[in-house]
């Protein structure tokens, strides 16, 4: 077995997370690719704070592994299809001695690196191309912590919008999913949660190799008003639903009424099919919970 690099790449567009999230797994990752809109502008033409983003990477960037790959990514008309142009581009910055990236957004934080990187050496041995990962879903912010989503039962979720490890190569269909053989990593336990229950799809290994810790923690709408605000302005998914609707109606009373409120994803309902109060994530340095630096092993 061939020892490879591993890649990574930050979406430079959301400062909420992104110190703590990048700092979980910087130590693990050999190349750092950013894509960076030249022109300020997120994929539906709305400002993002690009410039501030890559200000914070610089500064994570103690081993002077990032790259900066300048572009235009604004598609008013289809701001999705701008989205994967964008993940396209940095996936195509890498070189031939990397062999797998990591696609984690700034508002995803990955408490234990070393849990996916082995998931990826298990990638190897089943022939993916790619890896899904399980997240918890982080709703509301509360005064004492968070709304997280739940299943419909009221225990523990993990849902797996996409790929959060590709092959370098990869040619992505919509935002970072792409086409393949792909690893779905279940975490022990975990019988009740939407995905989970779900047959398993043409392609797709489903394994159980993770324990409910190593779940990523994604701060989806856990912000105050303004933030979530711009977030539903440059979400690739701007023009599929109701936002102002939506944001009035279900997140905004969530804090007061979310013992009664079922299937509260803005797109799939029953995907997000209740929350329940947790305490909020550790997010300082020693959230990444492994060695300083690891090599991913391909067979």
Known sequence: MSATRLGAYVLPGDLTWLEATLRAYYPHVDELVVPCPVDGLGWSGQPVPSAACVDVVRAVDTRGIVRLVPGTWRDVDDPLRGETAQRQAALDAFGPDVGWVLQLDGDELLPRPAALLAALRLAD??????????????????????????????????????????????????????????????????????????????????????DAADAIVHNSWARDLAQVRAKVRGWGHARDFSAGRYLWLVWWPSRVVWRLQRDLHPLYGAVWPRLRPVPGPDLGPAASGAPARAEVARG
């Open 125 to 210: 041995v089943h022939g993916c191309d790619t890896v899904e990962w399980p997240m918890r879903v982080l709703y509301r912010r509360t005064r004492r912590g968070y709304l997280e989503v739940t299943t419909a039962a009221g225990t523990p979720a993990h849902e797996y919008p996409g790929p959060v490890a590709v092959r370098r190569g990869a040619r992505l269909a919509t935002a970072r999913r792409a086409p393949g053989r792909r690893l779905r990593v279940l975490v022990t336990g975990d019988v009740a949660s939407p995905a989970v229950r779900r047959p398993a799809e043409p392609g797709e290994v489903r394994v159980v190799a993770a």
